[in-house]
Each structure stands twice: as C-alpha cells, then as structure tokens.
C-alpha cells in the first residue's frame, strides 16, 4: 500500500515540477519529466492488475485519482485567491476524470489485452480533452500537450498536429518506456518493478552491459529525442523575413482588479492612458533608429475589460469615455485601437434572446450582458466581438437554464461575479484602418481553447491580440502560466501575438513562440514594437484537431468491442 502511495506522488510530482509557469516566467530547453511521468503510475495499475484481490477498478481509481488530483492542486493551487471552491472543483472533477481514464485502461488490459489497454489510455485521454473543451464545466488548462508550453523550441510542429500531438507524445513516450521497462525485467527475471532500484541496476553494471542495457531502451530513446530533431529541423527552416511588417503597442494598466481597477472609472481611465499613448507617440519622433519612420502605430491593444462600467452597444457613440479615446485617433487617424469592455443591450419581449435575462419583476424589458472587445478606428462604426468561452462559476452558471427552470432568478447571483454572460456563434475578425490587418480580439480565457482560435485564423486573422486580465490570482503562477500557453497558440497557427494585460504579462509574440518586449508582474506602461502579418494557414488552421477527432472515434468504438467480447465470453 504505501508503495504504491509513493508511486502515484511521484507521478504527480513529475508531472508538477516543470510545468508551465512553476518556475515563473522563464524559457525550459527540455521539459523531459512529462516524457516519463506517467510510468510510476502505470506500474501501480500494473500491480494492482496482478494481485489476487478484488475491486482492482475502484482501487486503480482511488490511486489515480491521488495522484491526478495532486497534479491538478499543485498546478493550480492560485485559483484559491480568487475562491477556494475553483480549487476543490479542479482537484475533485478534473483530477477525477482523468483518474477514471487510468482505471478504464486498467480495466481493458485484464479483461482484454495490454496492447488495446494502451490503445484505450491514449485515445480515452484524447476523447476526455476533446470533450472538457465543450461541456458544462469546459477545463483545458491541463491539457497535456500544454506541458511544452515552455519550450517552444522542441513542438515547432504543432503546427501540424496542434497541441493534441504534445498529449500523443507523452502518453506513447510513456507507454513504450513502461512496455520496455516490463520487458527488461521479464528477461532478467527480475519479478521487482522498483523503479530505483532499476536505474541503479541499469547505470552502475559494467560498460558494456550499460551498452546492452541502453540498447534495450533504444525504442524509448527514438520516440523521445525524435520529434526534437523534426522540431529543430522545422525552427531553423523557418523564415519569417518575407512577411509584411507592421507596428503595434499593448497597454498594461497593472490595476489591481479587487481594489483598484473597478472603482477606477472609465472617464479616468480612458483620459489617463490616451495622454499617455500620445506622448509615446510623440516621443518616438526624438529617436534615431528606424522607428522615428513610423511614430505612429497601426494597431493599439488594451487589456480585457478596460471599460469596465457597461456600454450600451445600441449607443455606443454616446459613451463619453470613448470619446476620451476618439482624441488619438484626432492626431493619428491611420491608427487603430483595440479595446476591451464590459457591453449590454437592452430588448423588448420580441427581441429578447436565449441568454437575456428580465428587467426586474414585471414588464417586457430585457437585457444581456457580455466581456466584449471593440475596435475604435477613424471613420469607421463599432463593432463588437463578445467572449464566448466562459470561465465556470464566474461569467456562467453550469447547467444554468435547467436550474433557472427550478430556482427561477437564484440563477443570476449563481453564475459569478457578473452573473451568466451571452455569448455569440461565430468568431469575429476585425479590420483596421490599414485594411491589410485582420486581428483576431481573443479574450482571455479563449486563448487556451487550441481548436478554437485557430478558427480566428481560418476566417482570414492574420494577427491574434489577447486581451486578458490576470490580476485575480495575485502574484502567482497563475499568469505565467497564462502567458505560456499563448506562446502554442503563436506556434500552431503561425500567428504573430500582441498580448495586452491588465495585470500579469504582456508581450509580443512571434511565429516561434517567442516573446519580446515583455512587461511583467507589477510593470505598469506602453510597449510599442514591430510586428508581422501572414496570411498563410498552417496544416493545424485549415484542417483543424485530426488527433483530438481519431481519438473521440477510437475511444467509444474500443469500449463497445471490449464490452462486446466480455459478453460473448461470458
């Protein structure tokens, strides 16, 4: 028992140790622990598969669910500042889940045989990702191909698979090192499945039966250092030089959002970082390098929500606060600015919508309420965009129309801080004053959604700007880790990224996942920065997660025939 304790916390601990954000801000050449984190675990299944007692399913779950569930606490352990109930969630359903993958692996292999269990294990974690991207409590920030997130210089080519290939490559790292590792103690003899003992074994025989030993493993060596090679290959042929050039600026306001940021207002705040903005302007033109050429920029990112007090779509030219803005654009009418904002529209009984909530008690008034982003350019009307992955808890209540049947308006204080926001079908690209510039205004939470911003590419975005507030979570690895996400979706669509953050990280990133001009945790400014447009799709944009879909096939098809087989047998 207490083995196979330790076993399951070291795979969490592995798993935990380099993932994205832990050790801050910063770039890893090699996250190798994900390659072989899951063998501890396999070999507690494993055990349990060979033992003579009972509820092998429920105790496989248990264990997994421990050390699945430390994995979760320990990557996202910040949600706490925000409320303690995100963690017990994270920890309790996506700890729980992916436990239960592990424990209809186990049960396949016995009841089938070892070679479809490891079929089942990736396909089964395949079809769980694919399917925490779209139900009620959607949770993809632990998507194992995420794990790169770090080291974009050994996934250049995610931009064939997307980020599901990252979750291919550690789990069929992991089951060919667990399928090797049975193999050498079968010819050895060896019945111990000690994994320290092992390596102590392996490493401290003579030269030549390290060679041997080594030899043995040559297969796990292949699949480990293989797609590094392909991602070398692919990052040095790269060119990105042919690329039209253009200039951008983000704005990080680093307001704290629970006792600054919104008893700020938006009058304040608009006039504050427009005279800030033309004095950086204006400044450029005292430089003497090649930017004095353009002191102006093209596109002007800010952060999520930076018009927080609500802005009647209908009549949003009367919002005073955007006139506040309307002054750059006065002296700098080729520039175009790209704002977030808390938006609602009011209905009548006719118009109202799916998502549209009443106007107190009686009467036929209705309104929606949206995170949306707007781009502000000389001579052009507003449009807006409205966030459409929802974070739970916080901007929707799960299950919400159901529950409203039996609660009624309980519902509205349910969903979270801003109650159950609307969301809309289709994703929004907008042009600029220089119509050659198509950006993609991803919203915070959205950018760790692979499948779906890369449909902001499809429909012909040839830049991304992330709007983002991550401030709740204080000064953790909670935006770092944010950040670092970002850096595949760069990679997997080839997109240049202008990530604009209220408090956290904000940066330009480039087609390779690297970022420049960063501002971090408590800088507070304006970066401005030449970036690039491209027009062209990568595999991943145009043909979207063909792993994610084989695995959402697979998976059901593989149950059906075990339950099948098991029942013919019987």
């Known amino acids: 028992m207490l083995k196979k304790i330790y076993h399951s916390v070291f795979t969490a601990l592995l798993l935990t140790i380099f993932w994205p954000g832990v050790w801050g ?42 050390s699945l569930g430390l994995f979760n606490a320990g990557t996202t352990f910040w949600v706490w500042n925000a409320h303690w109930s995100g963690v017990l969630a994270t920890v309790l359903i996506n700890g729980g889940l992916m436990g239960l993958i592990i424990s209809i692996y186990g049960w396949v292999s016995r009841v089938h045989s070892q070679r479809i269990g490891y079929w089942t294990l990736v ?71 000690n ?17 041997d030993n080594l030899k043995f493993f040559r297969p796990v060596l292949l699949i480990w250092f293989g797609p590094v090679a392909l991602s070398l290959i692919i990052h040095l042929n790269f060119n990105s030089d042919i690329l039209p050039e253009r200039l951008g600026s983000i704005v990080q306001p680093n307001a704290d959002p629970y006792e600054e940021k919104f008893q700020t207002s938006d009058q304040a705040q608009a006039k504050k970082w427009a005279n ?16 004095e050429i353009r002191n102006a920029p093209d596109v002007v990112v800010f952060p999520e929500t930076f018009f927080h007090e609500g802005i009647q779509e209908s009549h949003a030219n009367a919002f005073k606060p955007i006139h506040e803005l309307d002054s750059i654009l006065q002296l700098y009418p080729n520039t175009s600015l790209l704002v977030g904002a808390s938006t609602y529209e009011l209905y009548n009984e006719k118009q109202k919508t799916v998502t549209s909530r009443k106007i107190g008690k009686s009467g036929n008034k209705y309104y929606d309420v949206y995170n949306s982003a707007f781009v502000l350019s000389a001579n052009k009307t507003l449009n807006f965009y409205h966030k459409s992955k929802l974070v739970v808890g916080v901007e929707y209540m799960p299950f919400g129309r159901l529950i409203q049947k039996l609660f009624g308006d309980l519902t509205i204080p349910m969903g979270g801080t801003s109650g159950t926001l609307a969301t809309q079908e289709n994703r929004d690209v907008f042009s600029l004053a220089d119509t050659t510039i198509k950006i993609a205004p991803i919203i915070c939470w959205e950018q760790d959604y ?53 408090t956290g990280i904000s940066g330009f990133i480039d087609p390779k996942g690297c970022v420049s001009n960063a501002m971090t945790w ?18 991943y944009t145009i043909s979207g997660d063909l792993i994610g879909r084989a695995g959402t096939m697979l998976f059901p098809l593989i149950l059906i025939s075990v339950f099948v087989r098991k029942h013919v047998q019987s």
């Open 450 to 502: 692979g499948n779906y911003v890369r449909q902001y590419a499809k429909e012909g975005a040839n830049v991304f700007a992330i709007m983002t507030n991550d401030g709740w979570w204080g000064n953790t690895l909670g935006h770092s880790t944010h950040m670092q996400y970002a850096r595949i979706r760069a990679i997997e669509n080839r997109r240049w990224i202008l990530r604009s953050a209220n």
């Open 25 to 66: 801000f910063a770039n890893s050449s090699f996250n190798f622990t994900f390659l072989f984190a899951f063998l501890p675990l396999l070999l507690v299944e494993y055990q349990i598969r060979s033992d003579l007692k009972k509820k092998k399913f429920l105790r496989t779950f248990l264990f997994s669910w421990l």
């Open 276 to 291: 800030s903005l033309i004095l950086s302007f204006s400044n450029r033109l005292n430089k003497s390098n090649r930017e």
């Open 195 to 211: 994994i320290f003992n092992s390596l102590i074994e392996i490493f401290s025989s003579s030269r030549q039966s390290l060679k």
């Open 123 to 193: 396909s089964g974690w395949l079809a769980f990702e694919v399917f925490h991207e779209s139900w009620a409590f959607s949770f993809p920030w632990l998507d194992l191909g995420h794990a790169f997130a770090s080291s974009p210089l050994i996934i250049q080519w995610y931009e064939f698979t997307g980020h599901r290939g990252g979750l291919f490559w550690i789990l069929v790292s992991n089951l060919i090192l667990f399928d090797t590792f049975l193999a050498f103690k079968r010819k050895r003899g060896d019945a111990s499945l």
């Open 522 to 539: 408590a800088q507070k400014g304006i970066k401005t920065d030449f970036f690039q447009i491209n027009n062209s799709k990568t595999f």
